[in-house]
């Protein structure tokens, strides 16, 4: 996985944000790491070094951006799932219809482009994006850096929607209150097996686009008992970005975690 691969170490583009300091490149990630590390002839114990190192340290970054996230009662959310999941659909239905009843805003990940902080700014609400260049995750510096740039409302929530990656980002912790994964339909009842880390470290799972199960041969329960075979305390909710299935318990979810955020700095 990326810990020993070495994709941390890529350049990385955060909106508003300059990485040149003192005339160098200011890299996110391990600096001292080795480009693929798993490379034949690297010693075994050398590479859980690296990877425990490159842990360690994403996990202070976490630390402090829990911190930091907490004193402000902001209720902070990592979205994740493969390419393709209709996680930014989702995302963009979801601000339009909180953005009135509590602050909003977005940190997106991509590994090019900004079209997904483009789609988010559209609806009115704020958004900045992240650029990884050849890394498949965020980590908790670039999220540092963002929450710096972005500032989001106290009392608010804060949805950071990763790189579409069902492997790295689960080992990745970014300071959210929650991992939710996003699984749609149409990619097989079997992922939570398949991707079983990314499973485990949700709290919430949103089974997506149920609107296409008349056209699709996949069992929801099947799925649904999969996904708890990995994680037995993981909640699960269908929806539907298009047809509006489910989007009120869906948005119900994070009123009452941002009311729980909010309530503990009063």
């Not at 070094?49 to 360690?56: H, K, N, S, T």
């Not at 670039?142 to 804060?158: D, F, I």
Request: proline fraction near 4%; hydrophobic fraction near 40%; include cysteine.
């Amino acid at each position: 996985m990326c810990t020993t691969c070495g994709c941390g170490g890529s350049e990385v583009k955060i909106e508003g944000h300059d990485h040149d300091e003192g005339n160098r490149r200011h890299r996110h990630g391990d600096e001292s790491q080795p480009a693929h590390v798993h490379a034949p002839g690297m010693d075994g114990r050398r590479m859980v070094r690296i990877e425990q190192d490159i842990l360690a340290k994403n996990q202070r970054h976490a630390d402090a951006n829990r911190r930091h996230l907490a004193e402000r009662g902001i209720f902070a959310l990592n979205l994740v799932s493969s390419p393709g999941s209709g996680k930014t659909t989702l995302l963009v239905r979801t601000v339009e219809a909180l953005q009135h009843r509590l602050p909003v805003a977005v940190i997106e990940g991509d590994q090019q482009t900004a079209r997904d902080a483009e789609r988010i700014r559209a609806t009115g609400v704020t958004a900045l994006q992240i650029n990884t260049g050849k890394g498949c995750h965020l980590d908790a510096h670039m999220v540092g850096h963002a929450l710096e740039q972005l500032q989001p409302a106290v009392g608010g929530a804060l949805f950071i929607e990763n790189v579409g990656n069902l492997v790295c980002p689960a080992a990745f912790d970014l300071g959210e209150g929650h991992k939710v994964v996003v699984l749609s339909v149409t990619e097989g009842e079997d992922k939570p097996l398949k991707y079983p880390d990314m499973f485990h470290a949700a709290d919430l799972m949103l089974l997506n686009k149920v609107d296409l199960l008349p056209y699709l041969e996949f069992d929801v329960d099947v799925c649904i008992d999969y996904a708890r075979r990995i994680n037995p305390k993981l909640s699960v909710l269908q929806v539907s970005a298009i047809r509006g299935d489910g989007m009120t318990a869906w948005l119900d979810w994070i009123e009452r975690g941002a009311g729980l955020a909010s309530a503990a700095i009063r």
